[in-house]
């Protein structure tokens, strides 16, 4: 079979590779791809929103099918596009997606269906969210309603934190329009948790947990990222709380599917904030998660391209999903000055080593590596453990280099 796999980033060099083990998989494409994934398959030069040009490439190719990473094409409406032309494509179409293509529809969702999630209001101009600001105190969460490639949170510890955040949103349209709205909201103390599920229809598997690192520096310090690490078991994500998901949050949104009429199919992305009253809806994307598929496909034992064909068919409850016993920890390598302003063009060396390397920010120049981007490499792990397999991670990084490379030191630690 084959198989294109939409996207460039650390995720999608992890689907690849994963996808890659399965024995019916016999060639893969990555569109438009990076630096890395040329060795795992063929990059195409297409870009992700190229739908049209994507959907030819298909055809004229014979893939047997596609598989999309990143949520800018699935909100854009990918998989409505091409099944039209009765071609085979995993993720969540155009209606779906909207539950992260818009902060204020997730919101509404969630409270309709009676899910735990912060207190919250949208606002279309800065005036209006300056008057909303005192409901809430400090510290409060400000969210540019549409995708701003995970950076459009801000958390704002005072009064001029919040009117710099809404300056910078609805003002300076630093996101551009996805700052046309912005959902304003309570701030949630407790314990982050990423939850990946499998979806077919209102039938929701949930994955092994993980744990984000969001902030560039250590100790959660510093503006917001895509993420710059991950662990896999979050410890904390105990039987307790797995029950709580279970009930009050998995269960109301499988019926919240059927009640609006979402036939979702494919990567539902649930960040929790686990707080002393319960497990809160932080967020919702509709597709892996970047760092968290690293360590979460690198526990999966199952049979990945046999997962997503289940889901398209509508067969994921006769799936028997399996896992490693193993813990994994990712640490991401950034480039110096990311999630601002960083340089690119800067060689990558890489030392013989065990670790399980998955590029992000790259791209080949000749015969060398150079990056291409903020978040470069994902360097991951498995140990019998969380802490030995942080250990082994933190060991190896010296075996990689690239001028003004920068990591968190603290990934793994809660």
Not at 62 to 84: A, H
Not at 159 to 173: G, L, R, S
Not at 356 to 379: A, Q, Y
Request: charged letters at 30%; a negative charge.
């Amino acid at each position: 079979m084959k198989v294109l796999v939409v996207g460039s980033g650390s995720r999608e060099s992890v689907i690849g590779w994963k996808l890659s083990q399965s024995p019916q998989v016999d060639k893969i494409y990555f569109a438009p791809g990076n630096g890395g994934t040329k060795d795992i398959g063929e990059n195409v030069n297409i870009d992700v929103t190229e739908i049209e040009k994507l959907k030819d490439f298909v055809k004229d190719n014979n893939i047997d099918l596609t598989v999309v990473g990143p949520e800018v094409p699935l909100v854009m409406g990918i998989v409505d596009e091409f099944e039209k032309d009765n071609l085979r494509i995993f993720g969540p179409n155009k209606k779906c997606s909207q539950l992260e293509g818009s902060k204020a529809f997730t919101k509404e969702f969630l409270v309709e269906n009676n899910i735990p999630t912060a207190k919250y209001v949208r606002v279309n101009n800065a005036e209006d969210a300056m008057k909303n600001l005192e409901q809430f105190g400090y510290p409060v969460v400000l969210k540019a309603d549409g995708l701003a490639a995970g950076k459009g949170v801000i958390i704002a510890q005072d009064f001029n934190e919040a009117k710099e955040a809404i300056d910078t949103i609805m003002v300076a349209k630093k996101f551009g329009q996805s700052g046309n709205e912005v959902v304003i909201e309570e701030f949630l103390e407790g314990i982050e948790c990423s939850l990946l599920c499998f979806v077919d229809g209102n039938y929701i598997v949930p994955m092994e947990s993980a744990k984000d690192y969001k902030a560039v520096y250590d100790g959660d310090k510093g503006p917001n990222t895509g993420g710059m690490g991950t662990f896999s078991p979050n410890e904390l994500y105990d039987r307790e709380y797995k029950d709580m998901v279970e009930k009050e949050i998995l269960k109301p949104m499988a019926e919240g599917f059927e009640k609006s009429n979402l036939d979702y199919k494919g990567i539902l992305f649930i960040g929790l904030m686990m707080t002393k009253s319960g497990a809160k809806v932080i967020e919702i994307n509709v597709r892996f998660g970047d760092p968290e598929t690293q360590v979460i496909l690198t526990r999966l034992e199952s049979d990945l391209y046999e997962i997503m064909n289940s889901i398209i068919d509508g067969n994921l409850k006769d799936m028997d999903i399996k896992w490693k016993t193993e813990s994994s920890v990712c640490v991401v390598l950034a480039s110096g000055g990311y999630p601002n302003e960083y340089e690119k063009n800067k060689e990558i060396k890489i030392e013989e080593n065990d670790l399980k390397i998955f590029h992000g920010g790259t791209k080949s120049t000749g015969d060398k590596i150079v990056t291409n981007g903020g978040r470069v490499l994902s360097l991951v792990t498995l140990g019998k453990n969380i802490e030995e397999a942080r250990n082994k991670v933190y060991d190896s990084i010296s075996k990689v280099d690239f001028e003004n490379m920068y990591y968190r030191k603290d990934i793994g630690k809660i």
